[in-house]
């Protein structure tokens, strides 16, 4: 763990060991880069912005160091743009700050896991290679072993001729891509990838003996014209009789890899109570909403939401009795609010917003109202809602669009709660 704050290290350290993980912690990035060797370690967190050394540089240098490596780097959200070259040059994830530890938690494990998933995967293909090489050394002896070993791997395993017609199919491969052995050698490689004869061409020229190309994430268009993902790997391996050279490619389906990437990208944006999306996917989404009604021209208007009198309800009730209420005004939201283009979230405790692009204020009021209304028909108790409304003005900052919507809400709650506050700018400007 590398970062220039020790107090940050030492929280980062006591937390990682409580789960079973062992550390090393370090201010230096100089010291931690003399430390890296390839399987010193699983994984290095480090901060981007440190005086010694740049996050950026420490990236890259630790990713030459050991290519095995999981890196995870923590970033302030000012700071998204330095994560994605982070993420770039070889960066696993990244974390915002100010971080939750169980999110650091959580891409430690996966950066962990995806490292041992590479190694095993590369290593199986390794194995296979080689009983490929062997058998083509006796090819008339070994055929009918290396044809059943084949036909029983599960990944699609193709060859193709110099000029890329596919000259050798599995099973798994005509299982995947729903041809018959015949239909695909018919083909050419570039006929089933997605990019067509450009993507091929470019696997082409990248493509050598000594250096064959290792977990290349593509898209095959199936025979009913369905894309499918796949991992794939391709090496040059030279024909024993007239040294003509074949492509190996044995390729992987990743479709529940990618299934399950998107699930678990779902849950670092939603909450898990309400099924909205949480505060920190909340920025991101104003930030591109604004800078689309910015370009196109559109209202747009931003709701801030309050339960009134929570906390006694919370008081003379269980906890659990709590969360239903939440969970029914994130139900709320969504009935009261377009489908597909309103976005609701939670944005802490009880506190909730709505960002509603391409609707004008008297719109955003018919909407919050509707959400009051259907909240209170609920009649849990006397809980009702503190809405504030602002609509966007280009000469206020994203900021002050947070704030000054969020004004409005506390206006509401103090002048008795159970209604609407809408920002006139007239009325409050300065």
Same mark, same amino acid.
């Given at each position: ?9 030492? =929280? @980062? ?13 370090? *201010? ?22 440190? %005086?010694?050394?740049?996050? &950026? $540089? ?13 890196? &995870? ?15 770039? @040059?070889?960066?696993? !994830? ?8 169980? $999110? ?18 590369? #290593?199986?293909?390794?194995?296979? #290679? ?53 239909? /695909? ?7 089933? /990838? ?34 499918? %993902? ?8 030279? +024909? ?9 490619? &044995? ?19 939603? !909450?898990?109570l309400t099924g909205l999306y949480n505060q920190r996917c909340f920025y991101d989404k104003l930030r591109a909403e604004v800078e ?6 559109? %209202? ?32 709320? =939201?969504?009935?009261? *609010? ?11 405790? !009880? ?8 609707? %004008? ?6 909407? +919050? ?15 009702? /809602? ?23 809400m506390y206006e509401a709650k103090r002048a008795g709660g159970n209604q609407v506050r809408v920002y006139d700018v007239t009325q409050?400007?300065?």
């Amino acid at each position: 763990i590398i970062d220039d704050e020790q107090s940050v290290l030492d =929280i @980062l350290r006591e937390h990682l060991e409580g789960e079973a993980f062992t550390c090393a912690t370090t *201010t230096s990035p100089a010291a931690a880069l003399d430390q890296l060797s390839p399987g010193a370690f699983d994984a290095v967190i480090t901060d981007l912005r440190m %005086p010694e050394i740049s996050g &950026i $540089e420490v990236v890259e240098r630790a990713r030459k160091s050991d290519p095995n490596l999981g890196i &995870i780097v923590v970033t302030a959200v000012v700071e998204v743009t330095n994560a994605v070259q982070a993420m770039r @040059l070889g960066a696993d !994830d990244y974390v915002l700050k100010p971080f939750d530890l169980n $999110e650091i938690s959580l891409a430690v494990a996966n950066s962990i896991e995806k490292r041992r998933l590479i190694a095993q995967n590369r #290593e199986y293909q390794r194995q296979l #290679e080689e009983r490929m090489a062997d058998a083509e050394r006796d090819l008339q002896e070994t055929h009918t072993y290396l044809e059943n070993l084949l036909n029983s791997a599960v990944d699609a395993i193709m060859a193709t001729d110099s000029k890329a017609r596919i000259r050798f199919s599995n099973r798994g491969a005509q299982q995947l891509l729903g041809y018959s052995e015949s239909e /695909l050698h018919e083909l050419h490689l570039w006929d089933i /990838l997605i990019g067509g004869r450009e993507e091929y061409d470019y696997l082409h020229r990248v493509t050598h003996i000594d250096t064959p190309i290792q977990n290349y994430e593509s898209e095959f268009r199936h025979k009913n014209g369905e894309t499918i %993902p796949v991992s794939i790997s391709l090496s040059k391996l030279q +024909a024993a009789s007239d040294h003509t050279p074949t492509v190996l490619a &044995i390729c992987k389906d990743i479709t529940e890899q990618k299934r399950l990437e998107m699930e678990l990208k779902e849950m670092t944006i939603r !909450d898990s109570l309400t099924g909205l999306y949480n505060q920190r996917c909340f920025y991101d989404k104003l930030r591109a909403e604004v800078e689309r009604a910015k370009r196109q021209k559109y %209202p747009l208007t931003l709701l801030f939401i309050d339960v009134d009198n929570f906390k006694t309800y919370n008081d003379s009730h269980d906890h659990l009795a709590g969360d239903r209420v939440l969970e029914e005004i994130g139900a709320v =939201i969504r009935e009261c *609010t377009r489908q597909h283009v309103d976005l609701g979230f939670r944005y802490g405790g !009880d506190e909730f917003t709505v960002i509603l692009p391409e609707a %004008p204020e008297a719109q955003a009021r018919q909407i +919050a109202e509707r959400i009051r209304t259907t909240f209170q028909a609920k009649r849990f108790d006397l809980l009702t /809602l503190s809405i504030g409304l602002m609509a966007y003005n280009e000469k206020y900052s994203e900021r002050a669009f947070v704030q000054f919507t969020d004004s409005m809400m506390y206006e509401a709650k103090r002048a008795g709660g159970n209604q609407v506050r809408v920002y006139d700018v007239t009325q409050y400007a300065t």
